[in-house]
């Protein structure tokens, strides 16, 4: 490697999905489709998450999909039937079809542990279209037993639009920032869906600027904000969590500020012509994975 430029595209390269890791996840999803069309009469099972908006990265992401169930499997009578209950049929079901494969619960979604990837199953009932942005809403999980507004299709194309405008370096510095995350140990629990709308929101990739110099403001931002919820510009989530608990915000954040503190030393060095010590702060960064 002879730059950190050199070596970072070097890590994108690495960390790209292959063809057989998507081939997996669309086999996985036929297995638990099938389940929850015979259970729960699932009409659609649109894909969402990372997957959906290509931030996957190789081995280390979840698949989240949607299972669209009929309104009525949420209702009973005239109110909502309790999130929980809706989850924990679904993690029973799809545990009756796969007595081999460990099932759980998460706060919005029955996670599916796959010997080679997770998939994330998320119950989601019809909202009907937005008026304003004419793309499908869907109830979901809130975490706390009750149903929420969700539109994946809004939010992957206000990403996906905020990556062009940036020159595709959106997109590369989430996977970055992703295969960080999880290079630390422990993992660092930061959601993906918030890293991608912090980048997209404060334009953090737009103009002449590296992927390091990305990376390092992305880390500073972070920082600043204490790795607080951000409102979702749509007005459709509320408050987008950068993690899952209180316990969790405050790993993340002293991670977070560690890294910024490395990541600010590598961009020093680099600009004074001492290529090996900013190198060598990356490693440290991507604790020692930067090469390998």
């Not at 081999?100 to 998460?106: A, E, F, L």
């Not at 510095?173 to 290079?183: E, G, H, I, P, T």
């Not at 500020?257 to 060598?280: F, P, W």
Request: charged residues 25%; hydrophobic residues 40%.
């Amino acid at each position: 490697m002879n730059t950190v430029s050199d070596a970072l595209k070097s890590l994108l390269n690495r960390i790209q999905p292959t063809g057989g890791e998507v081939q997996a996840a669309a086999k996985h999803f036929e297995t638990i489709k099938t389940r929850l069309e015979t259970v729960f009469a699932a009409r659609k099972f649109p894909k969402a998450g990372s997957f959906s908006r290509g931030t996957f990265i190789r081995g280390r992401s979840d698949v989240d999909v949607f299972a669209q169930i009929p309104l009525d499997e949420v209702w009973w009578g005239s109110e909502w039937k309790s999130s929980f209950t809706i989850l924990d049929r679904f993690r029973k079901e799809i545990a009756a079809r796969l007595p081999s494969t460990k099932v759980g619960r998460d706060v919005h979604a029955i996670v599916v542990e796959f010997w080679d990837m997770d998939i994330d199953v998320v119950p989601a009932a019809w909202g009907g279209f937005s008026k304003e942005y004419k793309r499908p809403l869907y109830y979901v999980p809130d975490g706390n037993g009750r149903w929420m507004l969700t539109s994946p299709d809004i939010h992957n194309g206000y990403i996906a639009l905020k990556n062009q405008e940036s020159g595709g370096k959106l997109r590369a510095v989430a996977q970055l920032f992703k295969f960080w995350r999880v290079c630390r140990d422990p993992a660092i629990p930061i959601s993906s869906f918030h890293i991608e709308m912090v980048l997209a929101s404060e334009g953090i990739c737009n103009g002449v600027k590296s992927y390091a110099e990305c990376m390092t403001e992305l880390l500073q931002r972070m920082a600043e904000r204490d790795c607080a919820g951000i409102l979702d510009p749509y007005r459709i989530n509320g408050n987008i969590a950068a993690t899952k608990s209180e316990a969790q915000r405050a790993m993340a954040l002293a991670s977070v500020k560690n890294s910024r503190d490395h990541a600010k030393a590598a961009l020093i060095a680099e600009r004074n012509g001492k290529v090996d010590e900013a190198l060598g702060q990356w490693n440290y960064v991507f604790n020692y994975k930067l090469f390998r």
